[in-house]
């Protein structure tokens, strides 16, 4: 397999910053609340964007920390303080399992190129291994906090894997590329998926990021 070319967070979050423009206006009028949702998004990549590309050559955990920490002073974006959460727990488990942006763009280009369920393209590396079981923790610990936070259960629990794995089987009857049903099953499983326009929006993020991830190379 070819070894990543040398990017940055940066990059990563502009194609969904670039996505996210094209389909502003779109999340403003799925947003029942406040027809504002897609400004928000905007609003959030532009600012992960500023954060990542001032940590120049920082490594992936402590970007991503400094991300959260940029979204977190965008008052009034209720939807800026959910990410900055989820950035937060990707971040810790991250630094936990020692992974790189390499490790992940790795992961990402192996997962979009196999045919089978995504626990099982980490066959053969111990690496892989290490980022899906990150990517898992990071995503039921941003469960857990925010539905501790509405004094709710969280949904998924130490099962999260099989949680997640119920949610692409959803998603790929929905059909779609393998880019989009990987998204769709992220933002299902994910915090977002709590309201519809979230999950709208989340969906074309985590799509845009995980096609960008596929061009790297």
């Known amino acids: 397999m070819p070894e990543p070319r040398m990017t940055d967070l940066a990059e990563l979050f502009q194609a969904a910053l670039d996505c996210l423009i094209e389909q502003q206006q779109e999340l403003n009028q799925a947003d029942d609340f406040n027809?504002?949702?897609g400004d928000h998004m905007v609003e959030i990549f532009q600012a992960a964007v500023e954060a990542a590309r001032k940590d120049g050559e920082s490594e992936l955990a402590e970007a991503m920390q400094n991300a959260s920490l940029a979204l977190r002073g965008l008052t009034g974006n209720g939807s800026a303080r959910l990410y900055a959460h989820g950035l937060e727990q990707f971040a810790r488990q991250f630094r936990k399992h020692d992974i790189s942006l390499d490790d992940l763009l790795s992961y990402g280009q192996n997962l979009l190129r196999e045919e089978n369920d995504p626990e099982q393209a980490v066959s053969g590396?111990?690496?892989?291994?290490?980022?899906?079981?990150?990517?898992?923790?990071?995503?039921?610990?941003?469960?857990?906090?925010?539905?501790?936070?509405?004094?709710?259960?969280?949904?998924?629990?130490?099962?999260?894997?099989?949680?997640?794995g119920m949610a692409y089987l959803q998603a790929r009857g929905r059909g779609?590329?393998?880019?989009?049903?990987?998204?769709?099953?992220?933002?299902?499983?994910?915090?977002?998926?709590?309201?519809?326009?979230?999950?709208?929006?989340?969906?074309?993020?985590?799509q845009s990021l995980l096609q960008a991830m596929g061009q790297e190379g």
Request: overall charge positive.
């Open 125 to 164: 590396s111990t690496k892989s291994g290490m980022v899906l079981k990150a990517l898992v923790a990071g995503l039921s610990g941003w469960s857990q906090s925010e539905s501790e936070r509405a004094g709710k259960t969280h949904s998924l629990s130490l099962g999260a894997l099989f949680e997640l």
């Open 35 to 37: 027809n504002n949702h």
């Open 176 to 206: 779609g590329s393998k880019a989009e049903i990987l998204a769709d099953a992220a933002a299902s499983a994910s915090p977002l998926g709590a309201l519809p326009h979230r999950y709208q929006s989340g969906k074309l993020a985590i």
